[in-house]
């Protein structure tokens, strides 16, 4: 039964992989879109945690399967990063003026 969480992992793995596709395109709806439901995803996990656990070894493939959410993670946010400065600096009253 505890191959039911690392579902739950694979799944967050797969949307995050798919945030970084519609982040390199500069999709930004999409990478909402899915950030929803890596939400909904990781409540899910949440509760099934409470009843499963995992053996040692589907624990090792689960902290490689969240390293490489990580990752993906962190090129979002440096991907967004410039969008962020911007936002930033319109909230700020200093928008960008464009020629």
Not at 6 to 32: F, P
Not at 54 to 61: C, G, P, R
Not at 88 to 96: E, F, N, R, T, Y
Request: with cysteine; hydrophobic share 40%; proline share 1%.
């Amino acid at each position: 039964m505890s191959h039911t969480l690392l579902n739950y992992y694979e799944a967050i793995e797969r949307a995050s992989a798919d945030m970084l596709d519609a982040a390199r395109t500069g999709n930004w709806d999409e990478v909402v879109k899915l950030e929803g439901a890596c939400a909904v995803l990781i409540s899910q996990l949440k509760h099934a945690a409470k009843e499963q656990s995992l053996q040692a070894e589907e624990s090792k493939l689960k902290s490689r399967i969240m390293q490489r959410i990580l990752l993906n993670d962190a090129e979002i946010r440096h991907l967004a990063e410039p969008w962020l400065d911007d936002l930033d600096k319109i909230l700020a009253g200093k928008s960008k003026t464009l020629h």
